[in-house]
């Protein structure tokens, strides 16, 4: 192999581990753009190094060397074997073993949307649901799985509540209720519910964006509160909840049928419908499946004639990072544009930037400034 493809397979290593410089990250873009080719190499070295956990190896504190014998021993696909080579070759192992074995400074965390990983609260105790470890909490037995919770009450009279939080830049994730409905929660995204359900309503609170199916329980409406005094009440159903936008929620209807309200005002929803409830009132209409439910597939399918300006808050809130919107570019408007969250942001930059009416450039800082 020649030195050019083992320094382009080193360039995606490092950016997968988070080790990549911002000149070299410039560097790699442009790679990804001139030869869209590559995009199968980067996903293939991706998927082998989730496959053998290596970038949460690189977040601990063993050293370059230990993780380069690991990758040799259980490691037999070609691009860990590369990668190998390629650190010796050029020094990267130094870089690296400085990045290991220094101690990371935890951010400041402006609130749980900020989060590092998908944590439950129950009373004073926080469990890191990612663990994927079975624990007990108050006569609960707790059983997470790769990217869902369910739970079995040891004591019939447990009264606690959960709070669940999805930080920005995560995957999806659901949650296996007392009753068996099932909520998906987006990633910046909050479920409050209780461990167990008692009483003749089931109730829980949710914040951000989830889809719902409610299991029928004859005689127990089940309640989903929403911010600013709003919320759902079905009997059996399955329904997406969306309260990103500041003061507005929308509850767009798959299934079945629920009643909205907000304060003395309601309305009831048919399957098709959307109810978008502001500060003034309820409004009803027909809604896009592609669009409002694609998130749980990782597709965020934008509408036609969307803004620079909501792209880049959507991208700032699935893919931890920022993009900003400089002058040149606001009030821009494109028509077709797919996020696909397992995919390199560089897929989205080049659907904008084949439209030829805007451009980017990416800061030192790692910040996306679209021109």
């Known amino acids: 192999m020649d030195l050019e493809a083992i320094d382009i397979q080193t360039l995606i290593v490092a950016d997968i581990l988070g080790t990549i410089t911002p000149d070299e990250k410039t560097q790699l873009d442009k790679l990804m753009i001139d030869r869209p080719e590559l995009q199968a190499l980067y996903d293939g070295i991706r998927e082998d190094m989730e496959t053998e956990n290596l970038a949460a190896l690189a977040g601990g504190s063993i050293s370059a060397a230990e993780l380069i014998t690991r990758a040799r021993k259980r490691v037999r696909n070609r691009y860990i074997r590369v990668f190998t080579a390629a650190a010796c ?10 990045y290991l074995l220094t101690p990371q400074q935890p951010a400041t965390l402006a609130s749980w949307e900020d989060g590092k990983t998908i944590l439950l609260k129950i009373g004073q105790q926080e469990i890191n649901l990612e663990s994927n470890a079975t624990t007990n909490v108050n006569g609960v037995a707790l059983h997470p799985g790769t990217g869902s919770l369910s739970f079995s009450s040891l004591n019939s009279n447990t009264h606690d509540l959960g709070v669940l939080t999805v930080p920005k830049g995560k995957n999806n994730y659901k949650v296996i209720l007392d009753d068996g409905s099932e909520v998906l929660l987006n990633n910046t995204s909050r479920l409050s519910f209780p461990l167990k359900f008692d009483g003749a309503n089931r109730e ?38 969306n309260t990103y936008d500041s003061g507005i929620a929308r509850i767009s209807l798959v299934q079945g049928s629920v009643k909205v309200a ?66 040149s ?24 930037t084949d439209t030829k009416e805007v451009t980017y450039n990416i800061s030192k800082d790692g ?4 021109l």
């Open 262 to 327: 907000k304060g003395e005002n309601s309305a009831l929803l048919i399957p098709g419908k959307t109810a978008t409830i502001d500060s003034q009132a309820i409004s009803i209409h027909e809604f896009d499946a592609n669009e409002v439910l694609s998130w749980r597939d990782g597709i965020i399918v934008f509408p036609d004639n969307v803004t620079i300006e909501r792209i880049a808050e959507v991208v700032g809130r699935n893919m931890r990072v920022k993009m900003i919107v400089e002058k």
């Open 89 to 98: 070759s050029i020094g990267l192992v130094g870089g690296l073993s400085y």
């Open 329 to 352: 570019a606001a009030g821009k408007k494109f028509i077709g544009v797919i996020l696909d969250k397992s995919k390199p942001i560089i897929h989205l930059l080049q659907q904008l």
């Open 367 to 370: 910040v996306i400034h679209i």
């Open 204 to 241: 829980i609170s949710i914040d951000g964006e989830a889809y719902v199916k409610v299991a029928t329980k004859a005689g127990h409406p089940f309640i989903v509160h929403l911010p600013l005094n709003r919320q759902v009440e079905v009997l059996g159903t399955e329904f997406n909840v």
